[in-house]
């Protein structure tokens, strides 16, 4: 079996075909991705060398917010050049000097870049450089920029033993968050728990570490009458401030606009903190060239380390990939053995089912259709063991009368002649049966539909069965409203379809007993029911009541007459209408056949 299949063609080629192209394909990704490494370096690069930056700038920006002047800068800019690895020169904004990063250096103004890197000034701090700072106002002044706001010594060891003594209250008290204490720039303590600060409720006293000093009042003041100045020059009701520098109007003469107090508050605090602040200053910084390193690079040395990689990561890949192949071709070559007995005739050739992966999948789908192709087989051999039954029995009788006949047992009279051609008609009977169900199953029954009124086409068919329902003594009723239901359907074929029906319920009732027919409309189908008073159907039997040449008789006797194809032609009709049949059954009490079909609700057809 493996010579039928060319190599070239094989599953297992085309894997291993596969796989290196795809082993191919990753090896040029990698080396695309490490030649890339130089430049993801570069970007890594220039991103410290902007962090060094930024921490430079906000190192300077906290000097300045917490000195007066740049004259004892100096030590803080070498110490920042040795973290950094960059050269940093400050200069006012006339380019003078202030101070180097290298000692006793003394860089000419014209050596300098035509632009500074940053301005470094604790009044309008550069958000794009400086980090930001918890409750940091809007108007970029530095948070550390407290001026006479700074606590004494005194002040700060009160603060400090009171946050701690808050605190510990705290976590005595079983507090299940996690509580620190932090120090602000102007040194009040506040403690925080899980990261927020406590700044409402008297548990622990808190209000005594809430309480403004009297440092903080008097700059409080202080920056209240600056600011109601600068109202007063506007023109502008007075505010009053809060200790977090909100306000609210001191005097009921009326509200000053909140533009005007935002822009005097911040002219106010400049002012306020002007003597306390080093003026604006220009930042320069360099550094110096650096060549950026890669692991790869197009050395002798590394040209080998990339072959000998790209060689055993494409033999890895083909080990693998043949050793999965030869899992995947073994359940294939299962299915083929079991295929090849299936066409010798072998009807039990199946598959072994052995995962639930797509081959197991495949495996379960060819023992279905094995299951499938064998029940197919029996009902094909039931058939014909079916047609030669229902027609032998005719035909033994026309041969039997014949014979008798031609030996002069029998006279060839009138009677003779009449059996014969009931035997005949009975023949012509199953054929048309056949060739109908044989048209159905190819599809190629041929409707006429048009315009059916139900209770009329019903009534048809009680006349025409009358007689055979009088013969058996069976009444035969009609059950229907004064106007039925209107549908769209073939009159021939549902006429045939509800006689089949109606022959099969008087042959089934016993003398005495009633067949009802009766239409009816349910939401949009119309409905025809066939209910008689018979024998009923036993319940493991009622799925087979459609099935070709079943009777409910074992025997496969003929005294109960049809040839056993009516009720499967009914079903035929049925689905070419696009309908369907059903039947309910209680056995000894009788049984209901129930025909399905859409409808049409809008009124007699003209």
């Given at each position: 079996?493996?010579?039928?299949?060319?190599?070239?063609?094989?599953?297992?080629?085309?894997?291993?075909?596969?796989?290196?192209?795809?082993?191919?394909?990753?090896?040029?990704?990698?080396?695309?991705?490490?030649?890339?490494?130089?430049?993801?370096?570069?970007?890594?690069?220039?991103?410290?060398?902007?962090?060094?930056?930024?921490?430079?700038?906000?190192?300077?920006?906290?000097?300045?917010?917490?000195?007066?002047?740049?004259?004892?800068?100096?030590?803080?800019?070498?110490?920042?050049?040795?973290?950094?690895?960059?050269?940093?020169?400050?200069?006012?904004?006339?380019?003078?000097?202030?101070?180097?990063?290298?000692?006793?250096?003394?860089?000419?103004?014209?050596?300098?870049?035509?632009?500074?890197?940053?301005?470094?000034?604790?009044?309008?701090?550069?958000?794009?450089?400086?980090?930001?700072?918890?409750?940091?106002?809007?108007?970029?002044?530095?948070?550390?920029?407290?001026?006479?706001?700074?606590?004494?010594?005194?002040?700060?060891?009160?603060?400090?033993?009171?946050?701690?003594?808050?605190?510990?209250?705290?976590?005595?008290?079983?507090?299940?968050?996690?509580?620190?204490?932090?120090?602000?720039?102007?040194?009040?303590?506040?403690?925080?728990?899980?990261?927020?600060?406590?700044?409402?409720?008297?548990?622990?006293?808190?209000?005594?570490?809430?309480?403004?000093?009297?440092?903080?009042?008097?700059?409080?003041?202080?920056?209240?009458?600056?600011?109601?100045?600068?109202?007063?020059?506007?023109?502008?009701?007075?505010v009053q401030l809060a200790d977090d520098l909100t306000w609210i109007p001191s005097t009921?003469?009326?509200?000053?606009?909140?533009?005007?107090?935002?822009?005097?508050?911040?002219?106010?605090?400049?002012?306020?903190?002007?003597?306390?602040?080093?003026?604006?200053?220009?930042?320069?910084?360099?550094?110096?060239?650096?060549?950026?390193?890669?692991?790869?690079?197009?050395?002798?040395?590394?040209?080998?380390?990339?072959?000998?990689?790209?060689?055993?990561?494409?033999?890895?890949?083909?080990?693998?990939?043949?050793?999965?192949?030869?899992?995947?071709?073994?359940?294939?070559?299962?299915?083929?053995?079991?295929?090849?007995?299936?066409?010798?005739?072998?009807?039990?050739?199946?598959?072994?089912?052995?995962?639930?992966?797509?081959?197991?999948?495949?495996?379960?789908?060819?023992?279905?259709?094995?299951?499938?192709?064998?029940?197919?087989?029996?009902?094909?051999?039931?058939?014909?063991?079916?047609?030669?039954?229902?027609?032998?029995?005719?035909?033994?009788?026309?041969?039997?009368?014949?014979?008798?006949?031609?030996?002069?047992?029998?006279?060839?009279?009138?009677?003779?002649?009449?059996?014969?051609?009931?035997?005949?008609?009975?023949?012509?009977?199953?054929?048309?049966?056949?060739?109908?169900?044989?048209?159905?199953?190819?599809?190629?029954?041929?409707?006429?539909?048009?315009?059916?009124?139900?209770?009329?086409?019903?009534?048809?068919?009680?006349?025409?069965?009358?007689?055979?329902?009088?013969?058996?003594?069976?009444?035969?009723?009609?059950?229907?409203?004064?106007?039925?239901?209107?549908?769209?359907?073939?009159?021939?074929?549902?006429?045939?379809?509800?006689?089949?029906?109606?022959?099969?319920?008087?042959?089934?009732?016993?003398?005495?007993?009633?067949?009802?027919?009766?239409?009816?409309?349910?939401?949009?189908?119309?409905?025809?029911?066939?209910?008689?008073?018979?024998?009923?159907?036993?319940?493991?039997?009622?799925?087979?009541?459609?099935?070709?040449?079943?009777?409910?008789?074992?025997?496969?006797?003929?005294?109960?007459?049809?040839?056993?194809?009516?009720?499967?032609?009914?079903?035929?009709?049925?689905?070419?209408?696009?309908?369907?049949?059903?039947?309910?059954?209680?056995?000894?009490?009788?049984?209901?056949?129930?025909?399905?079909?859409?409808?049409?609700?809008?009124?007699?057809?003209?």
């Open positions: 079996m493996r010579g039928d299949i060319p190599l070239r063609r094989s599953l297992r080629s085309r894997l291993l075909l596969l796989s290196a192209l795809v082993s191919l394909c990753s090896i040029v990704a990698t080396a695309w991705l490490v030649v890339s490494l130089t430049a993801v370096a570069i970007g890594g690069q220039r991103g410290q060398v902007l962090a060094d930056d930024a921490r430079i700038y906000d190192a300077l920006v906290g000097f300045a917010a917490t000195h007066p002047d740049w004259g004892d800068v100096g030590p803080v800019i070498r110490e920042l050049s040795r973290r950094t690895g960059r050269h940093i020169t400050l200069t006012d904004e006339n380019r003078h000097l202030l101070a180097d990063s290298e000692k006793g250096g003394r860089r000419p103004a014209r050596s300098l870049p035509s632009t500074a890197s940053a301005t470094v000034d604790a009044f309008a701090v550069d958000t794009a450089l400086a980090p930001r700072y918890d409750g940091a106002p809007a108007d970029r002044i530095d948070p550390r920029a407290v001026g006479p706001f700074r606590l004494t010594a005194r002040e700060k060891a009160a603060q400090q033993a009171t946050a701690s003594r808050v605190a510990n209250c705290m976590r005595g008290a079983g507090v299940l968050q996690d509580v620190s204490v932090v120090q602000l720039p102007n040194g009040r303590e506040q403690v925080m728990i899980d990261g927020r600060a406590l700044d409402t409720g008297d548990r622990c006293r808190v209000d005594e570490l809430l309480r403004r000093t009297d440092t903080e009042r008097k700059a409080l003041a202080q920056l209240g009458r600056l600011v109601n100045g600068c109202l007063t020059a506007r023109h502008a009701p007075p009921a003469r009326g509200t000053p606009d909140s533009r005007a107090v935002t822009t005097c508050l911040s002219t106010a605090r400049r002012e306020q903190l002007d003597p306390y602040v080093a003026p604006a200053a220009l930042l320069f910084t360099s550094g110096p060239d650096q060549k950026i390193a890669t692991f790869f690079d197009l050395s002798d040395t590394n040209r080998t380390r990339i072959a000998g990689v790209t060689v055993a990561v494409l033999l890895t890949t083909m080990t693998v990939t043949f050793v999965a192949g030869t899992r995947m071709v073994r359940p294939l070559r299962a299915l083929t053995g079991a295929a090849r007995r299936m066409a010798e005739g072998d009807e039990s050739a199946h598959v072994e089912v052995t995962g639930d992966d797509e081959f197991g999948k495949l495996a379960e789908a060819f023992n279905l259709m094995a299951s499938r192709r064998r029940q197919l087989e029996e009902l094909r051999r039931a058939l014909v063991s079916d047609v030669a039954h229902e027609l032998r029995t005719p035909l033994s009788n026309v041969r039997g009368w014949l014979e008798a006949v031609e030996d002069g047992v029998v006279p060839a009279d009138k009677n003779l002649i009449s059996s014969l051609l009931e035997e005949a008609l009975l023949l012509q009977h199953i054929i048309d049966d056949l060739r109908d169900l044989a048209a159905a199953d190819a599809g190629a029954l041929r409707l006429h539909p048009e315009g059916v009124d139900a209770a009329a086409l019903l009534a048809q068919v009680a006349r025409a069965h009358q007689g055979s329902a009088g013969s058996a003594g069976v009444r035969l009723r009609v059950r229907s409203g004064d106007e039925g239901p209107h549908l769209y359907a073939d009159p021939v074929r549902l006429r045939q379809a509800i006689g089949n029906l109606v022959s099969n319920a008087i042959r089934h009732t016993p003398a005495g007993g009633t067949v009802t027919l009766c239409t009816r409309t349910e939401g949009d189908e119309v409905v025809f029911s066939v209910e008689d008073t018979g024998s009923g159907i036993s319940g493991e039997d009622l799925p087979r009541v459609f099935d070709r040449f079943w009777r409910a008789e074992k025997s496969r006797s003929r005294q109960g007459g049809g040839s056993g194809l009516g009720l499967s032609i009914v079903r035929k009709l049925a689905e070419a209408h696009g309908g369907t049949v059903h039947v309910s059954s209680v056995p000894r009490e009788g049984s209901v056949f129930s025909l399905r079909l859409p409808g049409q609700h809008s009124g007699p057809v003209p």
